[in-house]
């Protein structure tokens, strides 16, 4: 579709050559198949709640200055500790990594529930835990989260390589001088492929993706991947702001997906760590 009246001042007499496609003597077979995606279509988008947050407490600015971590690492902790207050216990969390250094490189996974991930949410947990026991728990779970980021950027992670092997199973043959696969072999791979441990670990309850900053951008959406007590969000850590676009399912279709208290307790979280950070800057100042 093309606007009418609209010209960029770099190409004031372009004229896009647009041809409209009609579609004549369609097949009542795919008039069907269009009816039963619309119908589809219709019933996940009544299953989804989405939020746009807007966090305005601060931004990346302060969490370099007075948190002195990594900003991305920071948010993901955020969000786990929300998850966990939520529900209780841990999730999965997928987050997004960059590999376009390489040729044709799009993105790995980053696991960021981490031992030292977890270790950070029971320290902001516990009752017996001191303001420096909750700031050094954050400190080593930030360290740990930006050493996978590089990692999974390098080209280290595990989940695209084990992708690439479980396609290689299932869809190339041996090579020419490659002896036939044994069905001891056969069955050592599949038990591999369909271990549960493997199944839970990539059944990401918290699927996220980090954004760069762009100050126009004010509506950003990441679906969720998994079936129950699941949530998809990217973010956008600007100067002063941090914007989530959040997506999960209803309570009944989620099996206790909540949005809106996500919202809220992401929102107390993220008030929680900033004032537990700047205590630990004020003591540090008096000293």
Known sequence: HIVQGVRSKHTPDYRPHVHRLRFADVNPEVIALIAEA?????????????????????????????????????????????????????APVYETASTRQFLHGRTETVRSLTSEAADFVDTMESAAS???????????????????????SAGQGIDRHILGLRMAYLRLDPLPEEPPMSDEEKHAIEEFFNDDILAKSTTFQLSTSGLFPAYYLTHTGFGCVAPER????????????????????????????????FENTLRKTLLELKVLCEKVDNNSANL
Not at 63 to 73: E, G, N, T, Y
Not at 231 to 259: C, H, P
């Open 38 to 90: 619309e119908e589809e279509v219709a019933r996940t988008a009544s299953n989804s709640i989405s939020r746009q947050i807007r966090f305005e407490g601060y931004g990346s600015s302060w969490i370099k200055r007075a948190a002195k971590v990594s900003p991305d690492a920071f948010v993901q902790m955020a969000l786990q500790l929300t998850y966990y207050r939520i529900h209780g216990g841990f």
């Open 130 to 152: 001191s303001v420096a026991d909750k700031y050094d728990a954050l400190i080593r779970a930030s360290a740990r989260h930006q050493k996978l980021l590089r990692e999974a």
């Open 230 to 261: 699941a949530y998809g969000t990217n973010y956008i850590i600007e100067s002063n702001r941090i914007k989530f676009g959040i997506e999960g399912k209803t309570r009944q279709a989620g099996k206790g997906t909540d949005v809106q208290l």
